[in-house]
């Protein structure tokens, strides 16, 4: 029989620094999804994976969150990327992350709106983050970053480095992370 050759792991550099995340920032595993709040494969992972990933792992690892709308199919994609940038401001970027994929099919101003004083933020403040469009650019840049990188469809994650494309079940990222954390794959 023939010798079968080790499978081949890109490693990729995603700066997770200074973007929304949860978790020790010393933690082993660091997750950065690349993400669309419109997106219903998004959605199916907050729903399905993302707390039990949480969970599995308590302590090991820092979840980052980063922007790709997909703006020629999901016209609320940029607006509610914005407006979570905006409750980020506030330190409730997470319970704002939550409660927009909880509230998915109701998307646009009046929910973000709604969101931001059901979390009692500065309303005013959030308001005007929001009119002055001031994480526009911001968005923009992470979308230009994955793109640039290569990725193609929300969502998209990167565990330390390593590539796992789409709403993938819980199964998918514990293998990847076991591996991650016995060392089994090169740096």
């Given amino acids: 029989p023939a010798a079968t050759q080790p499978p081949q792991f890109t490693r990729y550099d995603i700066p ?5 995340g949860i978790g020790p920032e010393d933690a082993p ?25 949480l969970a599995t792992y308590p302590g090991k690892i820092r979840f980052v969150y980063r922007h790709l709308p997909l703006t020629s199919i999901h016209p ?4 509610s990327a914005e407006a979570s940038m905006c409750a980020n401001e506030q330190n409730t970027f997470w319970e704002y992350h939550d409660k927009i994929f ?26 005007n983050c929001l009119n002055t469009g001031k994480y526009k650019d911001l968005v923009q840049q992470d979308s230009d970053f994955a793109i640039n990188l290569g990725v193609q469809s929300t969502p998209t994650f990167f565990i330390n480095g390593l590539a796992l494309v789409g ?19 090169p740096k």
């Fill in 76 to 79: 609320e994609a940029f607006p």
């Fill in 29 to 53: 595993i660091v997750i950065v999804e690349f993400s669309d709040f419109q997106c219903p494969f998004c959605k199916r992972f907050y729903d399905e994976t993302y707390q039990q990933l």
């Fill in 167 to 185: 709403a993938q079940p819980l199964s998918a990222f514990t293998q990847l992370i076991d591996k991650e954390l016995a060392g089994e794959i």
């Fill in 102 to 127: 909880e509230n998915q099919d109701k998307l646009g101003r009046e929910l973000y709106m709604q969101i931001a004083s059901d979390l009692n933020l500065g309303v005013t403040a959030f308001e």
């Fill in 16 to 20: 997770a620094e200074g973007f929304p």
